[in-house]
């Protein structure tokens, strides 16, 4: 036989198709574990990833200031003891170069990269019914199948440039937090805008005022922002914490946040005197941390009256530190109750504004109307600038997986199933697109509790399911639809009795014009979850379909 008949009877299609036991999209926290824990499974796996290296959010995040607003020694892997005694954290809360460093180290740790592809971006997922079978092909054109597929893909991945005309005429250069350069950015000498007041801005900001000749902050909406404390972390207390890992995590876990060491609180804000609740405030201000400050009162986030309290003592606190007034009003936040918008966690943001080189625009008042080539202009004033940086947030809990054409069984395509907002069951699978798990998806705590906790948990139940599915020679798993349905109305309910879906947040995608407003992360707590996982999975995947 001729070369040229054996190529003729094998289509091309399947020539450059590579087979797997399972594709993971994306290799940060959830990736990289996804990957350890299904290749121990005896799985073939393959990882696509869209950056030059691992990291996921803590790759592409690499503004000046970027740092976790979790702590270091909560905001890690508990997989592995031996990893958790070896790794030392430096700082109380760890900045970006150090958890890029932390998860290059697990890469290499555990062997993992041997099975990742970088600078892969994944632009397609279909599901044949009749094969049991997801096809992933990559922007490079590269095709792999396996009959289970993994979106590891992240909350917080897609960044969101405002729509703000004229960005491509500007002559300057322009940055976004979530995609910040690889060498990092000098802007000694400069004139800077600093475009949104979210958590990115509220970090970089300090920074970027003491490199900049001159940063204009153009604010639409003021966030409230308690002080991180930040410190080296003292080797006693550190090493004291990892004498007991194993009880730490284990406290952790019966938080619905996954952080141990604060008390729960046992009052309602008004069961305490006005002198009580403010001295209260004071010692957890002194404390620092975003849970600490938002853990006082158990109806800290369901009363409108009692957040309140909380809110006006962070407006207090600005306005003593803030010595201009106007600039002091300008920044106390006016629109939301504090905690349902991501509660921001500082060093010296608002001292920031008594430097001379510092101006906080007040773009409610007069809005941006278009960049120029030369700077911006708001409605009333037109502003010089050398460099535009678009701290502008993302286009949170769908975004990444709508850049992925996703289309399950007879090809319905995952953006129309997902116009109304996101279905899910247990945030792990959406109905229609059997053995597609998604990593901390809409409908789970995600966002709403310590990240890597809720990464480990998902990833063991994935593990585990995978397995079970297996080792029952079942081809398939999807969704039920009516378990489906009661869930995501569960998630609403709990939802809607907090204070959450009030606020214009990324939480109900707000920041996203057109995007349908639903509050989609679950905040019943991490543990009240975790139960319900392990219950469904105790029942053989009770509420899923198998075949
Ligand atoms: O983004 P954001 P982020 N004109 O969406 C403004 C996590 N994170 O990147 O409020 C003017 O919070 C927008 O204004 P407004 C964390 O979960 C964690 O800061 O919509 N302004 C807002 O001020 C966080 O919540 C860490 O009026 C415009 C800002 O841009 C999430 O990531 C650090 C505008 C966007 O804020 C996202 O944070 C960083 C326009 N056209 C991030 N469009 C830590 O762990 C948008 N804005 C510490």
Redo the contacts with the bound molecule.
Sequence with gaps: MSNATQMKDVPTAVTNTQRYDAVVVGAGFAGLYMLKRLRALGLRVRVFEAGSNVGGTWFW?KYPG?????ESLEYSYSFDEDLQQDWVWPER?AEQPVILKYLNHVADRFDLRKDIELNQRVSSAHYDSEGCLWTLSTQRGDVVEAPFCVMATGC?STA?L???PGIDRFKGKWYH??LWPEQGVDFTGQRVGV?????????MIPLIAKEAKQLYV????A?FVVPAHNRPLDAAVHQAHQENYVEHRAEAQLTPFCIGGHPKPTKKAFEVSAQERQATYETKWAKGGAISFLYTYTDLLVSKEANETAGEFVRQKIRQIVKDPQTAEDLCPN?HYIGT??L??DTGYFETYNRNNVRLVN??KA??QQIEPEGLKTENESFALDAIV?????D?MTGALFEIDIRGKQGAELKTKWADGPATYLGLMTAGFPNMFIVTGPGSPS?KTNMVCAIEQHVDWIADCVEQIRAQRLHEIDADPSAQAHWTQHVNDVGDSTLYPLA???YVG??VPGKPRVFTPYVAGLDVYRKKCDEVAAQNYAGFLKR
């Design positions: 995040n970027a740092r976790c607003d979790v809360y917080l969101k405002p729509e703000i937090s979530g475009i949104g007041t979210g958590s990115s801005a509220v970090q153009f604010q639409r909406h966030n629109d918008k991501r921001c966690v773009v409610q809005p941006i678009f701290a502008t947030g993302f949170a966002v214009n947040s990324w707000a920041n």
